[in-house]
Structures are given as structure tokens and as C-alpha cells.
Nanobody
């Protein structure tokens, strides 16, 4: 069974940076699409960034130009580099994996495995 463990969250001031990590069990990273989602209190979970199993990436409009996603297959790890953070980026960030086609990369209903989440708080 695939397991995902996120880390790297924390509290930063507006304009700061954080790098989130998602370590996956097994050979998950090369085989499945992997994505980052976030959920703020009172809001729906939304896709942030994703890498398809075939290598395509996709970013949500609010984070384009500020967030990048990368993977290290040898370490079975997905990274989310977040720069120029804004208070509206405050949320619980989740890593997710699954056999998701590229056109559904930011659709949370398409993913089958989720991590426990890591909190990101950005103060103004």
C-alpha cells in the first residue's frame, strides 16, 4: 500500500519561502501522478501543483510563477518550492498520488492516496 509523508511546513512572513517534501513508499513517484493540494479553514481543497507520471506539470493560477514542483525518483520524494509566499497561501498542504491522467492533475477526486498534511502559515 502506498504511503505518503509530508514535511517542511511552518510559519513565515509574507514574501518568504518554504520547501515542502513528500516522501512516498515504494516506487510511487515514477509510476503515479503526484500532486500537492491545500485546504484553508472553511474552504474547499484545491489543487496547487502536480507532476504526471509521464512528466507533465500543472500549476494552479494563483501560484504560477511563485511555486515550482520537482521530484527525486531515487529518493521517492516530491518537492514543492514555494517562493514569494502570501497570506492567502496559508493552508494545510497535502500530498496525493494516484493513476491520474494529465488532464485531471489538479482534480482532488482523481487521487487515491493522501498524506496527513503539513501546515503552512504566512503572516503579513
Amino acid at each position: 500500500q502506498v504511503q505518503l509523508v509530508e514535511s517542511g511546513g511552518g510559519s513565515v512572513q509574507s514574501g518568504g519561502s518554504l520547501r515542502l517534501s513528500c516522501v512516498a513508499s515504494g516506487n510511487t513517484i515514477p509510476r503515479y501522478s503526484i500532486a500537492w493540494f491545500r485546504q484553508a479553514p472553511g474552504k474547499e481543497r484545491e489543487g496547487v501543483a502536480a507532476i504526471a507520471s509521464v512528466g507533465q506539470t500543472k500549476f494552479a493560477d494563483p501560484v504560477k510563477g511563485r511555486f515550482t514542483v520537482s521530484q527525486d525518483n531515487a529518493k521517492n520524494t516530491l518537492y514543492l518550492q514555494m517562493n514569494n509566499l502570501k497570506p492567502e497561501d496559508t493552508a494545510m498542504y497535502y500530498c496525493a498520488a494516484g493513476p491520474v491522467p494529465w488532464f485531471s492533475l489538479l482534480s482532488h477526486s482523481s487521487y487515491t492516496t493522501w498524506g496527513q498534511g503539513t501546515q503552512v502559515t504566512v503572516s503579513s
